[in-house]
């Protein structure tokens, strides 16, 4: 998965990045609505044999969401699989933000909320990925022709 974010990055992006980026997102979701942090902390622990843990990093959540932010940072909607890479990463930061909605607690321990702490951290990463959202809002580039989200009923509803 950051292989396919990183080749997104480099302006390669593809349709398996977009499904990619769909799937951890659902996945995500279904970890934060269903479990435990701890849960969703297991999920990003690296295993021994990847370059991360070689590097003394026991997580590779705060690669994940530096390859995410500078993925949105970096992409430039040109055409429909670009424009499809870049919405799903949009919408995959937005779960990863949206965490603490089911906290069980409103004051809850730094640890309770791993992808908002890995996200706090991308402090060097902040005003560029302001300003690219912003950029977005302000382009309002329409949805490319051939790329269809939603298809209305052929009745009309």
């Known amino acids: ?25 659902v996945i995500i979701q279904f970890i934060v609505e269903t479990c435990s ?24 959540l705060p690669l ?3 390859r995410l932010v500078l993925l949105i940072c970096n992409l430039q909607p040109n055409d429909e699989v ?7 990463a949009v919408l995959l930061l937005l779960v990863c933000c949206s965490t603490q909605l089911y906290a069980q607690q409103t004051a809850a321990p730094l640890s309770s909320q791993p992808l908002l702490e890995a ?30 989200l939603y298809v209305p009923a052929s009745d009309g509803r």
């Open 119 to 148: 996200f706090m951290e991308q402090q060097q990463s902040a005003s560029a990925l302001v300003g690219a959202l912003l950029q977005l809002v302000v382009a309002r580039q329409p949805l490319p022709p051939k790329l269809q």
């Open 37 to 60: 942090p701890s849960s969703l902390s297991m999920v990003f622990e690296a295993a021994p044999n990847l370059p991360a843990a070689a590097q003394g990093q026991p997580s590779l």
């Open 82 to 88: 670009s424009y499809l890479v870049l919405l799903e």
């Open 1 to 25: 998965m950051l292989d396919l974010v990183g080749l997104a990055q480099n302006g390669k992006p593809s349709l398996a990045v977009a499904n990619s980026l769909h799937m951890v997102s």
């Open 64 to 66: 994940f969401i530096n």
